[in-house]
């Protein structure tokens, strides 16, 4: 099968930082992150968020639908 990586914790302040508004140049500079791992983990963060919503659509869960938020905006 294919292997799994563990999530990067120290890339979920950087995104949590930039979702809460603060400025992308100043987010990357503080992570010491360059701006491509971020697009690519930010995508990652959007595809798996995709995942979860469409897990279990309809069932009542507050999780599938708080993840479709997420992503929609």
Do not use: C, H, N
């Not at 930039?18 to 930010?42: H, I, Y």
């Amino acid at each position: 099968g294919v292997g799994q990586r563990e999530p990067d914790l120290g890339f979920a302040w950087a995104a949590y930082e930039w979702a809460s508004g603060k400025g992308l140049d100043e987010v990357l500079r503080e992570a010491e992150m360059p701006a491509g791992d971020f697009v690519r983990w930010t995508k990652q963060i959007i595809d798996v968020l995709g995942q979860i919503a469409a897990a279990a659509p309809g069932q009542g869960s507050t999780v599938p639908k708080a993840a479709r938020r997420a992503v929609d905006g």
